[in-house]
């Protein structure tokens, strides 16, 4: 007996927002529905640098990918295929970085965190492959529920791991956006790649820390359930919730489902 073959087409939407504090929006995001391939991005440096480094990212990733893909023959990518590529356009998108930051004074210690949702086919189904670097974040929204898919590359979340903090603290602590991981900060960038089966009525969603700063994981789940499988009324809401909350960052937000 052949296996059913999975069907339809995974299909991304985005949306953005300066907030109510900041007086430039540095997130950056790219959805490409063709290629199955979403990035989001959150700059940080200096008012050009977060800005142009985010921007750099979401380019560059899509553009080696898609080089990259154009010579793939198989109907199946292989999730370890899917990982060497992503992480070809992850450390890519970091030399361009740290190349732009090397070439003008004033972009100097620019970079940007990064989270990048690439899904493909197997002979049994969808699957998700991520690749992050930095506190934005993945989420998966599977039958009422949301689960978090990446871990936060943050001082906090280190001293969380060793029990030196309690999540309480690292709510409001002041050290608590200071990131380990990120694109443009060191030579490589080593971003974290992990691949996860996908079933036909999962969400995903993807977001910058302007969303998490003001929403709860718990607060997320309950809009995401109100208003599924409304990809545009979801993202209305996460972004409208956060700045009536005080919206202190640019908030970004990408909701993928299968159509």
Not at 84 to 94: K, M, R, V
Not at 103 to 112: P, Q, S, V
Not at 118 to 142: E, K, W
Not at 157 to 171: G, W
């Amino acid at each position: 007996m052949t296996s059913p073959q999975p069907s339809g087409k995974w299909t991304g939407i985005g949306l953005t927002d300066i907030g109510l504090v900041r007086k430039l929006n540095q997130d950056a995001f790219s959805i490409d529905n063709t290629l199955q391939l979403w990035v989001l991005a959150d700059g940080m440096g200096g008012h050009a640098g977060g800005e142009l480094a985010s921007q750099i990212a979401v380019k560059t990733i899509p553009d080696v990918i898609r080089t990259q893909l154009a010579t793939e023959t198989s109907v199946y990518v292989q999730p370890e295929k899917i990982k060497s590529l992503l992480n070809q356009g992850l450390e890519s998108a970091n030399k361009s970085i740290r190349h732009e930051a090397a070439e003008h004074e004033r972009l100097k210690g620019m970079g940007t965190t990064i989270v990048v949702v690439a899904i493909s086919r197997s002979p049994t189904g969808f699957q998700a492959s991520v690749a992050h670097a930095g506190d934005s974040r993945a989420y998966l929204f599977r039958q009422g529920s949301l689960s978090l898919w990446t871990k936060d590359h943050t001082l906090m979340e280190e001293r969380l791991a060793l029990n030196l903090i309690t999540p309480e603290q690292v709510r409001t602590h002041p050290l608590r956006h200071v990131l380990t991981k990120a694109l443009g900060i060191n030579p490589e960038a080593q971003p974290i790649i992990q691949t996860y089966p996908l079933e036909p009525s999962d969400l995903i969603l993807l977001c910058s820390d302007g969303l998490t700063k003001m929403l709860t994981d718990q607060e997320i789940q309950t809009i995401v359930g109100q208003e599924a499988p409304h990809a545009e009324a979801i993202c209305r809401t996460l972004v409208g919730t956060a700045n009536q909350l005080g919206g202190e960052d640019n908030t970004t937000v990408v909701l993928i489902g299968l159509h």
